[in-house]
């Protein structure tokens, strides 16, 4: 079983930053997948990001390219999302995922955090 545990999130204003952590135990670290994944307020669950076991590798949704970086420090078991030039589009629930399938193989996430709210004002 792993356990994935965010934070960071926050209110921001529009243009601003904020760094989001997930901090992962349970299971070695560096054999999965990290993705993160965010939530608004009466629509569906979007994905944002996700790196691969190594780090080598990284997806960032279009609506996140070039704002948003994911990276990890498997010494430290955590996953990171750097969100820069925030908008008030981006005010969401954000979830820390992890999955046991490498990230060239399309993986589905069986772990999943609590969430963390982000919210930016205009």
């Known amino acids: 079983q792993v356990q994935l545990v965010e934070s960071g999130g926050g209110l921001v204003q529009a243009g601003g930053s904020l760094r989001l952590s997930c901090a992962a135990s349970?299971?070695?670290?560096?054999?999965?997948?990290m993705g993160w994944f965010r939530q608004a307020p009466g629509k569906e669950r979007e994905f944002v990001a996700a790196i691969s076991m190594s780090g080598s590798s990284k997806i960032h949704a279009a609506s996140v390219k070039g704002r948003f970086t994911i990276s990890r420090d498997n010494a430290k078991n955590t996953v990171y999302l750097q969100m820069n030039s925030l908008k008030p589009e981006d005010t969401a629930v954000y979830y820390c995922?992890?999955?046991?399938?490498?990230?060239?193989?399309?993986?589905?996430?069986?772990?999943w955090g609590q969430g963390t709210q982000v919210t930016v004002s205009s």
């Open positions: 349970g299971r070695t670290f560096s054999s999965l997948t």
């Open positions: 995922a992890a999955s046991s399938v490498p990230l060239g193989l399309s993986p589905k996430y069986e772990y």
